[in-house]
């Protein structure tokens, strides 16, 4: 009795019409559609990687290296400063062929604060050979005050060549990446 009634409150909230495949259908029309601003760039810079060693694969793919972050620097909206040496990289190379981007580390300000930056994402082949496309979700731990914006927003990141005007890297035993940040409004 109880299916019952339920059914018959569906098509009575369904203007009492059987649902056809035609009317369930819908448009994909954006409603407050999420816009991107630059807020942030930093150059991180990073030593030749650190093979693992022994089995490289885990539970979640594989894992062949760490990327030992060594410095960089950053500017942005109202924020800048440097990379403090010490975080890393820690990609994962998933069985569908997808890198997973697993990087942890610190940024030091002009003004003497530190924030905790997490930035996971995703890498995979473009259409053109042999490009990548890195998309990223940095996650900020900002102390309450000047920064705390970090902590309360959503942030987009790519991840893409540094251009020679930006590089930082010194020999060839390191390398730069270039991660642009932008805020999700």
């Not at 409150?9 to 203007?15: D, Q, V």
């Not at 089995?55 to 760490?66: M, Q, V, Y």
């Amino acid at each position: 009795m109880r299916r019952t009634l339920q059914v018959g409150l569906i098509l009575t909230l369904a203007g009492s019409s059987t649902l056809s495949a035609a009317s369930s259908e819908w448009k994909l029309t954006p409603q407050d559609a999420p816009r991107l601003e630059l807020v942030m760039q930093l150059v991180v810079t990073c030593s030749n990687p650190i093979p693992i060693g022994g089995g490289a694969n885990s539970k979640d793919g594989t894992r062949k290296e760490i990327w030992p972050i060594i410095g960089g620097r950053f500017e942005g909206k109202g924020i800048k400063g440097t990379v403090i040496a010490g975080g890393g990289d820690f990609p994962v190379l998933r069985p569908d062929g997808v890198e997973v981007i697993d990087a942890l580390y610190r940024l030091h300000t002009d003004d003497g604060v530190t924030i905790i930056i997490h930035n996971k994402g995703l890498a995979y082949p473009s259409d053109k050979k042999d490009d990548w496309h890195y998309r990223l979700s940095p996650e900020f731990t900002a102390p309450v005050g000047k920064y705390q914006w970090l902590n309360s927003h959503l942030f987009l990141a790519n991840l893409v060549e540094v251009p020679d005007s930006m590089r930082l890297a010194k020999g060839a035993n390191e390398n730069d990446r270039l991660i642009q940040v932008f805020e999700v409004l």
